[in-house]
């Protein structure tokens, strides 16, 4: 998001309406944090998290014949392990992975105290990047700790469904529907 926000900058366009050069600051650190740390977070449960994968691997891949699926997405699942284990991010433990998200997500949740929102009673960039996160992490399928932790937090879970109302309104239309 960071250089398509910055060519629409360039052009007029201010994703951080009202907000101090230093609460602008604070924005680009958390929009940094939701698509390095939380997106680690996702794709490592997603891919690495045997029963969250099962489930992946069948919703991703479903236009792949489910006599090939298996094998061909063996190949592409151990691209996406060498990477995270290359990254460094999945070759710690459970425990301190899960620690290193917690505190991300208490960061979130510290600044959630003015309002619905980051930086108050309106999304910034910074909400437009971080609650697709947060809001995939809660509807991981299969059991997962992370999941677990942002799903048994209010205050973040009351933050998901603001930033859906406030900014994807046509997903919430959608799911209503059915």
């Given amino acids: 998001m960071g250089r398509i926000q910055a060519f629409l900058e360039t052009r007029g366009a201010d994703f951080h309406p009202g907000l101090t050069a230093l609460q602008k ?36 891949f479903a236009s792949i014949p489910e006599v090939q699926r298996v094998p ?17 991010f999945s070759r710690m433990n459970d425990a301190d992975r899960l620690a290193l998200m917690q505190e991300d997500l208490a960061a979130i949740e510290a600044l959630l105290w003015d309002g619905p929102f980051l930086f108050g009673d309106r999304p910034t960039a910074a909400d437009a990047s971080v609650v697709p996160f947060l809001d995939m992490l809660s ?40």
Avoid at 28 to 56: I, K, P, Y
Avoid at 156 to 178: H, I, S, T
């Fill in 139 to 178: 509807t991981l399928p299969g059991a997962s700790p992370l999941a677990d932790l942002v799903k048994g937090n209010a205050r973040l879970m009351a933050y998901v469904a603001a930033g859906r109302a406030a900014m994807y309104p046509e997903m919430q239309a959608l799911q209503a529907a059915g």
């Fill in 25 to 60: 600051a604070t924005a680009r650190a958390f929009q940094r944090l939701a698509e390095e740390n939380l997106s680690l977070g996702l794709v490592h449960e997603r891919w690495m998290n045997d029963d969250c994968w099962v489930r992946v691997r069948d919703i991703f």
């Fill in 72 to 88: 061909v997405t063996d190949d592409i699942r151990k691209q996406v392990r060498t990477g995270m284990l290359a990254h460094g």
